[in-house]
């Protein structure tokens, strides 16, 4: 850890106050609050198109919200440019993986760790080995080469590179067959449970994310309509309608 | 195809499809060869040029074309052909080393060209040429190979590179050894210039507002006559010297110095070593670029600029630094340019200049500096080995990039080397991702602070 964890009593290691985004002149975001607590894993879900790939965006700098703001251990990053948010200890797997296609796995592990200090490099590759071992496997393979799945690993993989105090990820599940979502689930588990990480992700597939979360959000059109803990918002009928019933994928 | 739809038939000559195959290869080559070899031009007793036909010779290439596309149909037919199989076992290990040795042997040969050719001028110009163009292509391969940023204005840099040293010399006297590091600097300033307001262009649109860039340097040097003497160009810039000795056949030259019979070729064969030096400095550098962070930084740009900008790169300086770097190794084959030509004008600036270099990062496989050397030599070698086919000579030369480019379609050498390696692939060796990253972390941490 770099710096004494500023999370002391009840100031939230995320906080969104209030933030509007625009996409020109449409309105993405119409005022989000929300607030991830040090060592929990936070879940917004939500359809295509309601704004939670936005919002994700909007903690990472850009777009930049016109309204409101996002505050990381109590301190305004709203309007930080992204390169320097990741300096901050938060780390994002972007949506659709965005891994570099034409280096080697080992090399997109080594772009992870861009923002840190060398001296632990060796360990946090194990680390990641040691949660995802078929990037062991590939290490030499093109990122291009890999499987979905694989590629999601990468994804993640190269996040946890930098020590992130909190990651954010966005879509894992995307285009996966149901064991590797599960495989892919089961590591953010085992991430939060052994290492405290705190996870904010965002999620289509409400069954597997609700599950896995503490607390969860459910956006509908740029709002935030329901919050509450994971397994409650599972049992909310207005959920269950909306995003369970009618084939949990 | 009936042929493949029955194992059983796959042995049987289609004679007919074979015959189709060979009459449109025959057709291709008739189209292609009546104008190549068909017709000719003579000039006439009184001057005037007639057409000579040449059916007779056009009907042995088509011919020809049949007759080989007809063998290679019934003997392969379907089969497609392994090149390894054809290669004796004994002679695999071996052979597997050659690619090895290729750099390594034209370097060598480079070295040595000035010896071989020693007496012929025009291959040692040829030479000087060849490198020029290498040495382009190599900055430029830092700016589209690795970065990913497609810039068709390169020739602008170039440009900046020979009127510095041009003007630095006329007006303030100035010797090439100063010069050279100060084009160098001026055009990575305009690099840096014409950054900014493309830093938020990628592909189509970056592409047209580096032309337009170019194009403007270019109209600039062509009109700002009391600064560069507009079309009329430069002449008379001062030549290189041997570290202070001019290459005169007067007492204090190269010549007399060295105890040597004077000869003009000292000064091209010094000019040819320079611009190898030089070319090989921007080949150093790139190669070396590449390991530490900036280098893996430009080519995580080229690959997903969103992805870099979450783990924390800075895309700005990023692609400024490449701009900036590409820049400078143009500016210093710039002012080469000018030294050695001794007349500038903005004629040699042109977009074909442009095209022809980035035609050669492509033909070479974009990143790749093996390649791109490769490439340079062949597109120019081409060039003039194709100088007898005259007006056509642009046609044969289309045809070839064509042909390339369906054959390799990521460059003649498209792999693209790891910057970093582990012993084995099962075991992580921690000992030499540790040297892998000792060698360049202490750089990275110099670039942060």
């Given at each position: 850890?770099?710096?004494?964890?500023?999370?002391?009593?009840?100031?939230?290691?995320?906080?969104?106050?209030?933030?509007?985004?625009?996409?020109?002149?449409?309105?993405?975001?119409?005022?989000?609050?929300?607030?991830?607590?040090?060592?929990?894993?936070?879940?917004?879900?939500?359809?295509?198109?309601?704004?939670?790939?936005?919002?994700?965006?909007?903690?990472?700098?850009?777009?930049?919200?016109?309204?409101?703001?996002?505050?990381?251990?109590?301190?305004?990053?709203?309007?930080?440019?992204?390169?320097?948010?990741?300096?901050?200890?938060?780390?994002?797997?972007?949506?659709?993986?965005?891994?570099?296609?034409?280096?080697?796995?080992?090399?997109?592990?080594?772009?992870?760790?861009?923002?840190?200090?060398?001296?632990?490099?060796?360990?946090?590759?194990?680390?990641?080995?040691?949660?995802?071992?078929?990037?062991?496997?590939?290490?030499?393979?093109?990122?291009?080469?890999?499987?979905?799945?694989?590629?999601?690993?990468?994804?993640?993989?190269?996040?946890?590179?930098?020590?992130?105090?909190?990651?954010?990820l966005d879509e894992p599940s995307l285009g996966l067959a149901p064991l590797l979502v599960k495989q892919i689930f089961d590591a953010i588990r085992e991430l939060n449970e052994r290492e405290k990480l705190t996870v904010f992700l965002v999620e289509q597939n409400a069954f597997h994310a609700l599950k896995l979360a503490h607390r969860g959000y459910v956006m509908v059109n740029g709002l935030i309509t329901l919050s509450g803990p994971g397994r409650e918002l599972l049992q909310r009928p207005e959920v269950r309608a909306a995003y369970l019933e009618g084939g949990r994928h | 195809m009936s042929v493949l739809s029955t194992p059983s038939s796959k042995a049987?000559?289609?004679?007919?499809?074979?015959?189709?195959?060979?009459?449109?290869?025959?057709?291709?080559?008739?189209?292609?060869?009546?104008?190549?070899?068909?017709?000719?031009?003579?000039?006439?007793?009184?001057?005037?040029?007639?057409?000579?036909?040449?059916?007779?010779?056009?009907?042995?290439?088509?011919?020809?074309?049949?007759?080989?596309?007809?063998?290679?149909?019934?003997?392969?037919?379907?089969?497609?052909?392994?090149?390894?199989?054809?290669?004796?076992?004994?002679?695999?290990?071996?052979?597997?080393?050659?690619?090895?040795?290729?750099?390594?042997?034209?370097?060598?040969?480079?070295?040595?060209?000035?010896?071989?050719?020693?007496?012929?001028?025009?291959?040692?110009?040829?030479?000087?040429?060849?490198?020029?163009?290498?040495?382009?292509?190599?900055?430029?391969?830092?700016?589209?190979?690795?970065?990913?940023?497609?810039?068709?204005?390169?020739?602008?840099?170039?440009?900046?590179?020979?009127?510095?040293?041009?003007?630095?010399?006329?007006?303030?006297?100035?010797?090439?050894?100063?010069?050279?590091?100060?084009?160098?600097?001026?055009?990575?300033?305009?690099?840096?210039?014409?950054?900014?307001?493309?830093?938020?262009?990628?592909?189509?649109?970056?592409?047209?507002?580096?032309?337009?860039?170019?194009?403007?340097?270019?109209?600039?040097?062509?009109?700002?006559?009391?600064?560069?003497?507009?079309?009329?160009?430069?002449?008379?810039?001062?030549?290189?010297?041997?570290?202070?000795?001019?290459?005169?056949?007067?007492?204090?030259?190269?010549?007399?110095?060295?105890?040597?019979?004077?000869?003009?070729?000292?000064?091209?064969?010094?000019?040819?070593?320079?611009?190898?030096?030089?070319?090989?400095?921007?080949?150093?550098?790139?190669?070396?670029?590449?390991?530490?962070?900036?280098?893996?930084?430009?080519?995580?740009?080229?690959?997903?600029?969103?992805?870099?900008?979450?783990?924390?790169?800075?895309?700005?300086?990023?692609?400024?630094?490449?701009?900036?770097?590409?820049?400078?190794?143009?500016?210093?084959?710039?002012?080469?340019?000018?030294?050695?030509?001794?007349?500038?004008?903005?004629?040699?600036?042109?977009?074909?200049?442009?095209?022809?270099?980035?035609?050669?990062?492509?033909?070479?496989?974009?990143?790749?500096?093996?390649?791109?050397?490769?490439?340079?030599?062949?597109?120019?070698?081409?060039?003039?080995?194709?100088?007898?086919?005259?007006?056509?000579?642009?046609?044969?030369?289309?045809?070839?990039?064509?042909?390339?480019?369906?054959?390799?379609?990521?460059?003649?050498?498209?792999?693209?080397?790891?910057?970093?390696?582990?012993?084995?692939?099962?075991?992580?060796?921690?000992?030499?991702?540790?040297?892998?990253?000792?060698?360049?972390?202490?750089?990275?941490?110099?670039?942060?602070?």
């Open positions: 850890m770099n710096a004494p964890s500023a999370t002391t009593g009840n100031t939230p290691m995320l906080a969104v106050r209030g933030v509007k985004t625009y996409y020109g002149n449409i309105i993405a975001l119409k005022g989000i609050d929300l607030d991830i607590h040090a060592g929990e894993i936070v879940a917004m879900i939500g359809a295509n198109g309601a704004g939670k790939s936005t919002l994700m965006m909007t903690i990472f700098g850009d777009p930049r919200p016109r309204e409101g703001q996002v505050l990381f251990e109590g301190r305004d990053i709203t309007g930080m440019p992204a390169h320097e948010i990741a300096r901050l200890n938060i780390a994002q797997s972007p949506e659709g993986r965005r891994i570099f296609g034409r280096m080697t796995v080992m090399e997109n592990l080594q772009m992870g760790a861009t923002v840190t200090d060398n001296a632990h490099f060796e360990e946090d590759l194990e680390r990641v080995f040691r949660l995802f071992p078929r990037l062991k496997e590939r290490v030499h393979q093109r990122g291009g080469t890999l499987s979905g799945g694989e590629q999601q690993m990468l994804a993640i993989g190269r996040a946890l590179m930098s020590r992130p105090r909190l990651l954010l | 049987r000559f289609d004679l007919v499809s074979a015959l189709k195959r060979a009459l449109l290869a025959a057709l291709v080559a008739f189209g292609l060869f009546s104008l190549m070899i068909g017709v000719r031009t003579h000039t006439g007793s009184n001057g005037a040029l007639f057409l000579e036909g040449r059916p007779g010779l056009l009907a042995i290439m088509v011919g020809i074309v049949f007759v080989s596309t007809l063998a290679r149909e019934l003997i392969l037919g379907e089969r497609q052909i392994e090149l390894r199989s054809l290669v004796p076992p004994a002679l695999t290990a071996p052979l597997q080393i050659l690619p090895k040795l290729a750099a390594p042997a034209l370097l060598v040969f480079a070295l040595i060209v000035p010896i071989i050719f020693y007496q012929n001028r025009y291959m040692l110009d040829l030479g000087i040429m060849i490198l020029t163009y290498v040495m382009l292509g190599w900055g430029l391969n830092i700016v589209v190979g690795l970065a990913g940023l497609l810039d068709l204005g390169y020739v602008a840099f170039y440009a900046v590179g020979a009127y510095s040293y041009a003007l630095l010399a006329e007006h303030f006297g100035f010797s090439f050894w100063i010069c050279l590091p100060l084009a160098g600097i001026l055009a990575s300033f305009w690099g840096i210039i014409l950054g900014f307001p493309v830093l938020r262009l990628r592909g189509d649109y970056l592409a047209i507002v580096t032309m337009a860039f170019g194009e403007i340097i270019r109209l600039v040097l062509l009109n700002f006559q009391t600064l560069t003497h507009g079309p009329d160009g430069i002449s008379g810039i001062p030549r290189p010297s041997f570290f202070g000795l001019p290459f005169n056949n007067e007492p204090g030259g190269f010549a007399h110095t060295f105890g040597l019979h004077y000869s003009f070729t000292h000064r091209i064969v010094f000019l040819y070593y320079l611009i190898l030096v030089l070319a090989l400095v921007t080949n150093f550098v790139t190669i070396r670029l590449r390991r530490l962070p900036i280098g893996r930084a430009w080519e995580a740009l080229r690959e997903d600029e969103i992805a870099c900008r979450s783990l924390g790169i800075n895309t700005t300086n990023t692609k400024l630094t490449a701009f900036a770097m590409g820049a400078m190794f143009a500016g210093f084959a710039g002012s080469f340019f000018a030294t050695r030509q001794g007349f500038i004008s903005p004629e040699s600036f042109t977009f074909t200049e442009s095209a022809m270099v980035l035609a050669i990062v492509v033909l070479g496989g974009m990143g790749s500096q093996i390649g791109v050397a490769v490439a340079a030599a062949v597109m120019l070698g081409g060039f003039e080995l194709f100088r007898e086919f005259a007006t056509f000579r642009m046609l044969v030369f289309g045809l070839a990039m064509v042909l390339i480019m369906i054959w390799r379609p990521r460059g003649l050498v498209a792999t693209r080397t790891p910057s970093v390696f582990l012993r084995s692939p099962k075991e992580v060796d921690a000992e030499d991702v540790r040297r892998a990253r000792a060698k360049s972390w202490s750089w990275r941490r110099a670039r942060h602070d």
